[in-house]
């Protein structure tokens, strides 16, 4: 097989640079085209991206020439990792253009005809992209991948459909990495708590609904879920503690033995990415932690730890997953795996 | 008025150490006795309590020299920061000898003739003491402070009883202090979350609903708590989310209304520890912090902010208090002068 | 003793948070004036300040309004804040216009008729005024306190002065706050260590040979002074290991002596902020630490230990000062105090 | 070739969890051993090793039943990870029947019979094996790997061996892996600096000495080192400034090239731990940091950076390396490694 040919946009960003790191040993993927703002174009990329990840800059990448936003002069395949002041606009000329667009920008998440993806848990909702076309009058698509503490949040819940989710009460401890660069000042976090994150909660309590959904997510689950978003001392992996009521009443082994079974479509197609299991449930009391798990699985895993009972609603969890992998440029590699095994790339 | 003489049990471990300072500056109390386990007795006090504390060792009890922890020797009060492994036959030992033993320990705790005490939420539990000397036969008598996350819990929801609190879900962020030194390694906190702590969700679902509750706290507050008990890299503090129900449906302003208006005994009586007010309300949307607003009201303050509906239970909110203050030797001082207000010393 | 006013320059910032705090609670002096860049200008403190000291913000100064730093318009006295970028100008200016300047800006340290003051060390420094006023015509006057590394590293090594200093190699572990806000991003600091902070250990090679010349610093000290500058994951407190050589042979004895007994013209007036003793001698081996010991003296006293031998120089030790208080705000005060004492205000 | 047999000793603490796991993908040798204290014997390594190493326990180990720290029972070829306290007799009763021990315990560093071994500098210290195995009656031998941070050091001033060291001023940065398990308690090291490690400074004083002497160690270098040990809140990686004094006079530039064009035996028989090259110098300012840089080379790298004049010695520079692996397990299976390429096994 040929290597597909994709580009990545925002590319000097944070999430840009994981696209170029993650992309570069893909087996599937090969880098072609960079492009940034405007005060980067027509400089090589280690000249302008400010290099932040603890692995090396990929050569290949490092000496490309940086070029601009602008649909049709890349390859038909463009990961997104563009801010969201500019992401709306730029991403919807590139499908108008006929590029297939894999975002990690929240601009497009709520739309009802976009997808938002988590193949274990909706690779249906793809099959929003026809009407998606038809009503956009878009040659390309656009496909989204969620908020980093929404995938967490999710995947944990996914396995829980079957005993019909009611409530769903989560408080989150959430790293610094998924705040960008510079993001969180030292000053603020040290020795500390914020207890605050800007339209975090909004997002878990809204997508995590679109994404358990059915028809493509304009049927969003019927569930309520409230949550409470913090920042603590932790580079990366977003921890999270999760109370659930259900319409059924299963018993905790019942919920364990559903998540530990949990698998999806990734799995099912061994997708370049897809971690094996999706969901890591683990025994030991003090698991899991953000240092110790959060690369399970290549970072691409959920793991979720002291599965018992709650006296106020009915099962509670601890879950934590990678926030700037399976949260964030992971995932949107993931999402086009799976559209390359659909056959929709 | 004379000072009153007050010892100091298990004095050069964390919570001794906490008494001996703060006591120090107390307008009251003057600490006379000094007692600790065999290791250190007929040594002088500075030799042997490994001072921990970023204030220095009162001059005084610097030069003490350390006793055995034998009742019957030591001033009629005494505080205690003894270990539980110990606390238990010791602190019944000197209550036999017709000491007033003010306890951090949590042996005590969930005795029924032993007071849980907070003294803005239950000063009439005192009334115990009566049945508890009749009873158990003691000449002194026992008191007891909550675990020092119930204490932040149980002052947060004390307005709140007026609207008949029917559920609680809390998730905590404790800091590293609440386990004492060594405690936590650092290996295991460093960039990291721990989301357990022995003991400490039974003790906040349990302790809250006695220190609420009526008769002294033998009939528990008819409420259902769920907690979450996480230790994450901070020094002093202890913030925690907190979903509420309950049985009556305030408006967010009314529930914000009743914490703000909340005062109890000590503040009526402007006992020397008493915080004004003892919870501050706060509307900036970050706030509070552990570290910007542990030492509120002399770290005796509990603060609650980010007072919003929650949509699975009725309101939400960030409380935060100090643990080794608030938590321990400070909340065992209030104890210990509402006592002697209300001529129970 | 009526008070005298005082005005800041740069009063929003964090050097001039810290002296409106600290102001606040000053014996002989009031803030009646607060000036900053245009943004601020006419709109009360409270809404401009972004506040983030753990103290609360001043109530009288909160309800100020802000002025725009125009020469002539404040009282005499200015304490500047400003950030580096502006502060050239705007001093000038204001010395110029006839006011006495105490800056803690880096523009003027080095100027040759500016006396950089720290006033236990160079009092007598002060007689620079004189001559910069003929020379720049200025009726007013400008006074400078050094970089905050250089406070810590110049105040332990004055004691040494009467061994004649001949080299110094020192190493800092710099606090976080010691870059403003938002400053050093956390992804860059948790659990890392920055070996490099721009330009301080050129300000730490030169300030110090000035601070300790004389001639009002025009003839600067006659030693080598090598510094590594590092960042580290503290919050407030700048540590540094020191080796030193002589031109004498002084025993370790000699040298813990001369630390122990120093002390200068602040204690022998009793200034409000001088610290006493100025330096703190520690035994245990593990100390100074920043987090038990910077705020020795109010912040303003500088703690050495571990003083011993050198294999290679001749002495060697740890070093720590409070780098927000004794380090700008709080040296900057104790320069006015100074003055005032003086009769150069 | 068939696998080499080896056994750990120490295998369930910290450094023989590294060992354990370092070794299970180790191309040469396999682990078909696993011996401890009284208190694991005759149990599953997984029962009784606190596993805390990020990756998972090897299968192969985790199974297998731990057995006494008897000499000849095991392989021939034993690591040894075992407390100071007790390495001293159990490793030379081990040499004593005939097995060669690989040792990180630093109880045979300094005895001139036993090479303190880094393959790059010193493997002609091999040749000491021969007088040992005379002298002391071994059939076996012993080889040790220095202490953590002396590895660093010394590697970084191999290369400028060639401009004849005079003297080196070091002052570390010190992770807390380096303390073992638990180690630094987070009461002391969170957001704080602690200026002291026991034995330390000793150590890089006297074993760096000896790596780059002659005569198998037996003539130490006649250069003078001085070190100061500090321990910051960074978890793997040791990050030191050094000041170094020459007799010759090279330019910057030199030394730069020196450092650059380092290689030693074990690059050049192509070691399968050996890292290509053994020393990075970079050049961006703020480089090396142990968060980014620490695991260049697998860990077995060390990175030189901030390379410049010293006003007071001649060069400094700024130093890292991972105090785990090329400080601890690293070190020693590359030891093993060089002693197996050169027939020693």
Same mark, same amino acid.
């Given at each position: 097989m040929d290597a597909i040919e994709v580009g990545v946009l925002g590319a000097t960003g944070m999430v840009g640079q994981q696209f170029v790191s993650r992309l570069a040993r893909h087996p599937w993927f090969r880098v072609t085209w960079l492009a940034a703002s405007e005060r980067s174009q027509g400089k090589r990329y280690r000249e302008v991206a400010p290099w932040r990840l603890a692995t090396q800059m990929p050569g290949a990448s490092a000496e490309r020439v940086v070029e601009s936003?602008? &649909? %049709?002069?890349? *390859?038909?395949v463009v990961f997104s990792g563009l801010d969201a002041s500019v992401a709306g606009d730029i991403e919807g000329a590139f499908a108008a253009a006929g590029h297939i667009v894999v975002s990690?920008?929240?601009?497009?998440?709520? $739309? *009802?005809?976009v997808p938002l993806l988590i193949p274990e848990i909706n690779? $249906?909702?793809?099959?929003?992209l026809d009407e998606q076309r038809r009503t956009k009058g878009w040659p390309g698509a656009i496909v989204t991948n969620p908020n980093c503490s929404t995938v967490v949040l999710a995947m944990a819940l996914a396995p829980l459909r079957v005993f019909n989710l009611r409530a769903v009460v989560v408080s989150t401890m959430q790293a610094?990495? %998924?705040?960008?660069? *510079? %993001?969180?000042a030292s000053l603020d976090i040290l020795g500390n708590v914020v207890p605050f994150i800007g339209g975090e909660e909004e997002k878990m309590e809204s997508e995590t609904l679109k994404i358990l959904g059915s028809d493509g997510g304009r049927s969003p689950y019927a569930a309520v879920v409230s949550a409470h978003a913090n920042r603590v001392a932790v580079l990366d992996g977003h921890t999270m503690t999760v109370s659930v009521d259900f319409h059924t009443r299963p018993s905790i082994e019942d919920v364990g033995h559903a998540i530990r079974n949990f698998s999806g479509r990734p799995q099912e197609l061994w997708l &370049?990415?897809? &971690?094996? &299991? /999706?969901i890591v449930l683990m025994d030991? /009391?003090?698991?899991?932690?953000p240092r110790l798990d959060a690369d399970l699985g290549g970072g691409m895993a959920v793991s979720v730890g002291r599965l018992r009972s709650c006296p106020v609603m009915q099962a509670k969890f601890v879950a934590l997953g990678h926030n700037t992998i399976r949260g964030a440029a992971g995932a949107a590699i993931l999402n086009a795996e799976l559209m390359h095994a659909e056959g929709l790339l």
């Open positions: 936003c602008e &649909p %049709g002069k890349g *390859p038909k990690n920008a929240r601009n497009f998440r709520m $739309d *009802p005809l690779a $249906d909702h793809l099959t929003l610094v990495s %998924g705040a960008g660069y *510079p %993001g969180v &370049p990415s897809a &971690p094996q &299991p /999706p030991e /009391p003090t698991r899991p932690q």
